[in-house]
Protein backbone atom coordinates (compact mmCIF):
# COMPACT_ATOMS: atom_id res chain seq x y z
CA UNK A 1 0.00 0.00 0.00
CA UNK A 2 1.00 3.32 -0.91
CA UNK A 3 1.17 6.03 1.75
CA UNK A 4 -1.09 9.14 1.49
CA UNK A 5 0.51 12.74 1.28
CA UNK A 6 -1.60 13.82 4.27
CA UNK A 7 -0.81 10.88 5.94
CA UNK A 8 2.82 11.54 5.28
CA UNK A 9 2.57 15.29 6.40
CA UNK A 10 0.94 14.04 9.62
CA UNK A 11 3.37 11.89 10.54
CA UNK A 12 6.50 14.76 9.31
CA UNK A 13 4.28 16.97 11.74
CA UNK A 14 4.32 14.77 14.75
CA UNK A 15 8.17 14.48 14.28
CA UNK A 16 8.99 18.07 14.06
CA UNK A 17 6.48 18.69 17.15
CA UNK A 18 8.63 16.31 19.55
CA UNK A 19 12.28 17.86 17.73
CA UNK A 20 10.48 21.28 18.68
CA UNK A 21 10.15 20.54 22.18
CA UNK A 22 13.07 18.70 22.94
CA UNK A 23 15.05 20.83 21.11
CA UNK A 24 13.25 24.46 23.27
CA UNK A 25 14.16 22.30 26.59
CA UNK A 26 17.54 21.57 25.82
CA UNK A 27 17.77 25.39 24.41
CA UNK A 28 15.94 26.38 28.36
CA UNK A 29 19.03 24.09 30.06
CA UNK A 30 22.09 25.30 27.90
CA UNK A 31 21.09 29.03 28.23
CA UNK A 32 21.20 28.64 31.98
CA UNK A 33 24.37 26.94 32.49
CA UNK A 34 25.89 28.83 30.11
CA UNK A 35 24.75 32.04 31.94
CA UNK A 36 26.01 30.52 34.87
CA UNK A 37 29.43 29.71 33.54
CA UNK A 38 30.31 32.94 31.88
CA UNK A 39 28.94 34.79 35.25
CA UNK A 40 31.55 32.38 37.63
CA UNK A 41 34.27 33.68 34.52
CA UNK A 42 33.37 37.01 34.16
CA UNK A 43 32.14 39.07 37.09
CA UNK A 44 35.15 39.13 39.08
CA UNK A 45 36.50 41.41 36.01
CA UNK A 46 36.85 44.70 35.03
CA UNK A 47 34.22 45.94 32.24
CA UNK A 48 32.02 42.78 32.32
CA UNK A 49 28.74 43.39 33.73
CA UNK A 50 25.04 41.25 33.39
CA UNK A 51 24.27 42.70 29.90
CA UNK A 52 27.47 41.61 28.45
CA UNK A 53 27.17 37.88 29.96
CA UNK A 54 23.23 37.47 28.62
CA UNK A 55 24.73 39.13 25.03
CA UNK A 56 27.47 36.30 25.44
CA UNK A 57 24.91 33.79 26.20
CA UNK A 58 22.78 34.62 23.36
CA UNK A 59 25.64 34.92 20.65
CA UNK A 60 26.54 31.41 21.59
CA UNK A 61 23.08 29.59 21.85
CA UNK A 62 23.21 29.08 18.38
CA UNK A 63 26.47 27.37 17.95
CA UNK A 64 25.68 25.34 20.87
CA UNK A 65 21.76 24.10 19.50
CA UNK A 66 23.85 22.96 16.72
CA UNK A 67 25.89 20.84 18.18
CA UNK A 68 23.01 19.02 20.26
CA UNK A 69 20.77 18.60 17.10
CA UNK A 70 22.10 14.81 16.89
CA UNK A 71 20.29 14.89 20.49
CA UNK A 72 17.20 16.54 19.82
CA UNK A 73 16.50 14.26 16.66
CA UNK A 74 17.04 11.01 18.96
CA UNK A 75 14.88 12.35 21.71
CA UNK A 76 12.08 14.21 19.95
CA UNK A 77 12.08 10.86 17.25
CA UNK A 78 11.60 8.75 20.29
CA UNK A 79 8.80 11.56 22.05
CA UNK A 80 6.74 11.14 18.53
CA UNK A 81 6.99 7.08 18.08
CA UNK A 82 5.94 6.55 21.82
CA UNK A 83 3.13 9.19 21.48
CA UNK A 84 2.11 7.95 18.20
CA UNK A 85 1.73 3.86 19.55
CA UNK A 86 0.57 4.50 22.94
CA UNK A 87 -2.22 6.28 20.89
CA UNK A 88 -2.80 3.55 18.53
CA UNK A 89 -2.56 5.30 15.72
CA UNK A 90 0.54 3.33 14.80
CA UNK A 91 -1.73 0.35 15.55
CA UNK A 92 -4.65 1.82 13.10
CA UNK A 93 -1.70 2.54 10.50
CA UNK A 94 -0.41 -1.04 10.61
CA UNK A 95 -3.72 -2.16 10.11
CA UNK A 96 -4.41 -0.28 7.05
CA UNK A 97 -1.41 -1.91 5.53
CA UNK A 98 1.25 0.79 6.34
CA UNK A 99 4.66 -0.59 7.02
CA UNK A 100 7.53 0.76 9.39
CA UNK A 101 9.23 1.87 6.49
CA UNK A 102 6.71 4.25 5.21
CA UNK A 103 5.49 5.94 8.20
CA UNK A 104 8.74 6.11 9.47
CA UNK A 105 9.95 7.86 5.74
CA UNK A 106 8.15 11.21 6.74
CA UNK A 107 10.22 11.30 10.10
CA UNK A 108 13.69 10.32 8.12
CA UNK A 109 13.10 13.04 5.56
CA UNK A 110 11.87 15.50 7.88
CA UNK A 111 15.30 15.14 9.79
CA UNK A 112 17.56 15.15 6.48
CA UNK A 113 15.82 18.27 5.43
CA UNK A 114 16.55 19.82 9.31
CA UNK A 115 20.50 18.43 9.11
CA UNK A 116 20.70 20.59 5.47
CA UNK A 117 19.39 24.03 6.52
CA UNK A 118 20.77 23.58 9.24
CA UNK A 119 24.27 22.97 6.94
CA UNK A 120 23.34 25.36 4.82
CA UNK A 121 21.43 28.08 6.17
CA UNK A 122 21.84 28.19 10.43
CA UNK A 123 25.54 27.19 9.99
CA UNK A 124 26.54 30.99 8.53
CA UNK A 125 24.26 32.59 11.42
CA UNK A 126 25.84 30.29 13.99
CA UNK A 127 29.48 30.87 13.09
CA UNK A 128 29.04 34.92 13.11
CA UNK A 129 27.63 34.72 16.21
CA UNK A 130 29.87 32.30 18.04
CA UNK A 131 33.18 34.61 16.03
CA UNK A 132 31.29 37.93 17.84
CA UNK A 133 31.55 35.35 21.03
CA UNK A 134 35.07 34.38 20.64
CA UNK A 135 36.31 38.38 20.10
CA UNK A 136 34.38 39.33 23.58
CA UNK A 137 35.62 36.34 25.33
CA UNK A 138 39.13 36.79 24.05
CA UNK A 139 38.76 40.66 24.98
CA UNK A 140 36.76 40.40 28.43
CA UNK A 141 37.66 36.93 30.01
CA UNK A 142 40.75 36.17 28.87
CA UNK A 143 42.54 39.97 28.20
CA UNK A 144 44.51 38.08 24.93
CA UNK A 145 46.12 40.75 22.44
CA UNK A 146 47.66 39.03 20.30
CA UNK A 147 45.97 37.68 16.69
CA UNK A 148 46.48 35.57 13.94
CA UNK A 149 45.74 35.53 10.09
CA UNK A 150 46.14 33.80 6.99
CA UNK A 151 45.46 35.37 3.79
CA UNK A 152 46.96 34.55 0.62
CA UNK A 153 49.79 36.90 0.98
CA UNK A 154 50.74 34.96 3.66
CA UNK A 155 50.78 34.97 7.58
CA UNK A 156 50.23 38.19 9.48
CA UNK A 157 50.50 38.32 13.87
CA UNK A 158 49.86 40.85 16.08
CA UNK A 159 51.61 40.80 19.29
CA UNK A 160 52.70 42.64 22.50
CA UNK A 161 56.04 41.93 23.80
CA UNK A 162 58.06 44.62 26.49
CA UNK A 163 58.80 46.57 23.91
CA UNK A 164 55.65 47.67 22.46
CA UNK A 165 53.07 46.26 19.96
CA UNK A 166 54.67 44.76 16.66
CA UNK A 167 53.17 42.76 13.30
CA UNK A 168 54.82 40.37 11.86
CA UNK A 169 54.29 38.95 8.20
CA UNK A 170 55.41 35.93 7.20
CA UNK A 171 55.99 34.95 3.51
CA UNK A 172 56.35 30.96 4.54
CA UNK A 173 55.03 29.39 7.02
CA UNK A 174 57.26 25.80 8.18
CA UNK A 175 57.22 23.62 11.07
CA UNK A 176 53.98 24.11 13.16
CA UNK A 177 54.32 27.90 12.98
CA UNK A 178 56.91 28.52 14.84
CA UNK A 179 59.68 28.81 11.68
CA UNK A 180 58.76 32.05 9.53
CA UNK A 181 60.43 32.72 5.75
CA UNK A 182 60.49 35.87 4.20
CA UNK A 183 59.74 37.78 7.26
CA UNK A 184 58.75 41.35 7.75
CA UNK A 185 58.07 43.13 11.42
CA UNK A 186 56.80 46.76 11.67
CA UNK A 187 57.23 48.27 15.40
CA UNK A 188 55.45 50.40 17.06
CA UNK A 189 55.41 52.27 20.47
CA UNK A 190 52.24 52.04 22.26
CA UNK A 191 49.30 50.94 19.63
CA UNK A 192 49.95 53.23 17.01
CA UNK A 193 53.10 55.18 16.97
CA UNK A 194 54.94 53.95 14.01
CA UNK A 195 58.69 52.52 15.46
CA UNK A 196 61.04 51.16 12.79
CA UNK A 197 60.98 47.88 10.68
CA UNK A 198 62.73 44.58 10.62
CA UNK A 199 63.17 42.29 7.39
CA UNK A 200 64.57 39.69 7.87
CA UNK A 201 65.30 36.01 6.03
CA UNK A 202 63.90 33.94 8.63
CA UNK A 203 62.29 34.14 12.11
CA UNK A 204 62.07 31.11 14.59
CA UNK A 205 60.19 31.12 17.87
CA UNK A 206 62.09 30.48 21.35
CA UNK A 207 60.65 30.54 24.74
CA UNK A 208 60.32 34.52 25.26
CA UNK A 209 61.48 35.69 22.24
CA UNK A 210 61.60 35.46 18.05
CA UNK A 211 65.31 34.66 16.68
CA UNK A 212 65.40 36.36 13.43
CA UNK A 213 68.37 36.00 10.44
CA UNK A 214 69.81 38.06 8.19
CA UNK A 215 68.23 41.16 9.30
CA UNK A 216 67.89 44.76 8.20
CA UNK A 217 66.79 47.02 10.59
CA UNK A 218 65.36 50.67 9.55
CA UNK A 219 63.47 53.62 11.81
CA UNK A 220 62.62 56.76 11.40
CA UNK A 221 65.50 59.68 11.51
CA UNK A 222 68.23 56.82 11.29
CA UNK A 223 70.16 54.64 8.88
CA UNK A 224 69.53 50.90 7.88
CA UNK A 225 71.63 48.38 10.17
CA UNK A 226 72.33 45.12 9.03
CA UNK A 227 72.25 42.23 11.34
CA UNK A 228 73.29 38.94 11.64
CA UNK A 229 71.05 38.01 14.16
CA UNK A 230 68.00 39.94 16.04
CA UNK A 231 65.90 38.96 18.96
CA UNK A 232 62.45 40.22 18.72
CA UNK A 233 60.84 39.76 22.53
CA UNK A 234 57.30 38.11 22.74
CA UNK A 235 55.38 36.48 25.21
CA UNK A 236 53.82 34.25 22.82
CA UNK A 237 54.33 29.99 22.64
CA UNK A 238 53.91 28.35 20.01
CA UNK A 239 50.57 26.91 21.51
CA UNK A 240 48.80 30.58 21.86
CA UNK A 241 49.92 31.00 17.73
CA UNK A 242 47.68 27.92 16.62
CA UNK A 243 44.73 28.91 19.16
CA UNK A 244 45.03 32.08 17.73
CA UNK A 245 43.80 30.71 14.48
CA UNK A 246 40.30 31.25 13.37
CA UNK A 247 38.76 28.41 15.40
CA UNK A 248 36.99 26.29 12.83
CA UNK A 249 33.30 27.29 14.42
CA UNK A 250 33.86 30.83 13.33
CA UNK A 251 33.81 30.08 9.40
CA UNK A 252 30.58 29.32 7.96
CA UNK A 253 30.01 26.13 5.69
CA UNK A 254 30.70 28.49 2.70
CA UNK A 255 33.66 30.01 3.82
CA UNK A 256 35.49 26.69 5.09
CA UNK A 257 36.79 25.39 2.05
CA UNK A 258 38.10 28.32 0.59
CA UNK A 259 40.04 28.77 4.32
CA UNK A 260 41.41 25.59 4.37
CA UNK A 261 43.07 26.17 0.60
CA UNK A 262 44.63 29.44 2.22
CA UNK A 263 45.61 27.08 5.37
CA UNK A 264 47.49 24.51 3.34
CA UNK A 265 49.36 27.04 0.73
CA UNK A 266 50.29 28.65 4.13
CA UNK A 267 52.28 25.52 5.40
CA UNK A 268 49.54 24.49 7.74
CA UNK A 269 47.90 21.35 8.21
CA UNK A 270 44.61 22.69 8.39
CA UNK A 271 43.59 19.83 10.08
CA UNK A 272 40.80 20.86 12.49
CA UNK A 273 38.87 22.95 9.63
CA UNK A 274 38.68 19.78 7.62
CA UNK A 275 37.40 17.71 9.84
CA UNK A 276 34.71 20.02 10.75
CA UNK A 277 33.78 20.56 7.02
CA UNK A 278 33.17 16.82 7.05
CA UNK A 279 31.38 16.35 10.08
CA UNK A 280 28.79 19.51 8.41
CA UNK A 281 28.67 17.88 5.42
CA UNK A 282 27.68 14.46 7.27
CA UNK A 283 25.34 15.75 10.07
CA UNK A 284 21.91 15.28 7.98
CA UNK A 285 23.30 11.74 7.45
CA UNK A 286 23.77 12.00 11.47
CA UNK A 287 20.15 13.42 11.81
CA UNK A 288 19.10 10.31 9.58
CA UNK A 289 20.60 7.46 11.45
CA UNK A 290 19.48 9.36 14.96
CA UNK A 291 15.39 8.31 13.91
CA UNK A 292 16.38 5.34 12.96
CA UNK A 293 17.90 4.42 16.37
CA UNK A 294 15.19 6.31 18.00
CA UNK A 295 12.64 3.72 15.83
CA UNK A 296 14.60 0.97 16.71
CA UNK A 297 13.95 1.55 20.83
CA UNK A 298 10.94 3.42 21.01
CA UNK A 299 8.12 1.84 18.23
CA UNK A 300 7.42 -1.26 20.54
CA UNK A 301 7.84 0.28 24.05
CA UNK A 302 3.96 -0.70 24.48
CA UNK A 303 4.23 -4.16 22.73
CA UNK A 304 7.22 -5.12 24.38
CA UNK A 305 7.72 -5.63 28.21
CA UNK A 306 10.62 -3.42 29.87
CA UNK A 307 9.51 -0.32 28.37
CA UNK A 308 11.64 1.47 30.84
CA UNK A 309 14.77 -0.35 30.00
CA UNK A 310 14.16 0.02 26.68
CA UNK A 311 13.97 3.42 26.82
CA UNK A 312 16.77 3.80 28.84
CA UNK A 313 18.76 1.53 26.05
CA UNK A 314 17.60 3.99 23.73
CA UNK A 315 19.44 7.10 25.25
CA UNK A 316 22.49 5.34 25.97
CA UNK A 317 22.44 4.32 22.39
CA UNK A 318 22.10 7.87 21.07
CA UNK A 319 25.54 8.98 23.30
CA UNK A 320 27.51 6.63 22.36
CA UNK A 321 27.17 7.91 19.05
CA UNK A 322 28.77 11.04 20.78
CA UNK A 323 31.33 8.76 22.51
CA UNK A 324 32.00 7.26 19.50
CA UNK A 325 32.89 10.53 17.28
CA UNK A 326 34.87 11.69 19.56
CA UNK A 327 37.33 9.20 19.70
CA UNK A 328 36.96 8.99 15.69
CA UNK A 329 37.95 12.80 16.11
CA UNK A 330 40.37 12.21 18.17
CA UNK A 331 42.25 9.42 16.12
CA UNK A 332 42.01 11.53 13.07
CA UNK A 333 43.61 14.73 14.85
CA UNK A 334 46.86 11.98 15.78
CA UNK A 335 46.69 11.09 11.92
CA UNK A 336 45.54 7.54 12.54
CA UNK A 337 42.36 7.76 10.68
CA UNK A 338 42.02 10.10 7.57
CA UNK A 339 39.98 12.98 7.55
CA UNK A 340 36.46 11.90 5.98
CA UNK A 341 36.58 8.36 7.16
CA UNK A 342 36.23 10.20 11.09
CA UNK A 343 33.55 12.61 10.05
CA UNK A 344 31.50 9.76 7.90
CA UNK A 345 31.80 6.88 10.13
CA UNK A 346 29.75 7.56 12.96
CA UNK A 347 26.47 8.30 10.71
CA UNK A 348 27.30 5.67 8.47
CA UNK A 349 27.67 2.51 11.37
CA UNK A 350 24.55 4.35 13.24
CA UNK A 351 22.57 3.61 9.78
CA UNK A 352 23.74 0.20 9.92
CA UNK A 353 22.66 -0.89 13.58
CA UNK A 354 19.53 0.86 13.36
CA UNK A 355 18.46 -0.56 9.90
CA UNK A 356 19.47 -4.05 11.00
CA UNK A 357 17.72 -3.40 14.41
CA UNK A 358 14.73 -2.36 12.78
CA UNK A 359 14.59 -5.33 10.21
CA UNK A 360 15.04 -7.73 12.90
CA UNK A 361 12.31 -6.04 15.26
CA UNK A 362 9.78 -5.41 12.31
CA UNK A 363 10.73 -7.96 9.88
CA UNK A 364 12.23 -10.80 11.56
Not at 130 to 144: D, H, K, M, T
Request: net charge neutral.
Amino acid sequence: MRISLTLSLYFARQFLAGFGIVLGVLAAVIVVFDVAELMRRGLSRDGVGYFLIVEMAALQLPFLLQKVLPIAALFGAMLSFVRLTRTHQLVVARGAGVSVWQFMAPALATAVAIGAFAMLVFDPIASAAVSRFEQLEARYLRGQASFLAVSESGLWLRQSGPEGQSVIHAAEVRGQGEDLRGVTVFLYRGADVFDGRIDAESAVLRPGFWHLEGVLRTAPDRAPERLESYELATTMTLAQIQDSFAPPETLSFWELPGFIATLRAAGFSALNHRIHWHSLLASPLLLFAMVLIAASFSLRLTRRGNAGLWAVAGVLAGFAVYVVSDIVTALSLSGAVPVALAAWTPAGVCILLGTAALFHLEDG
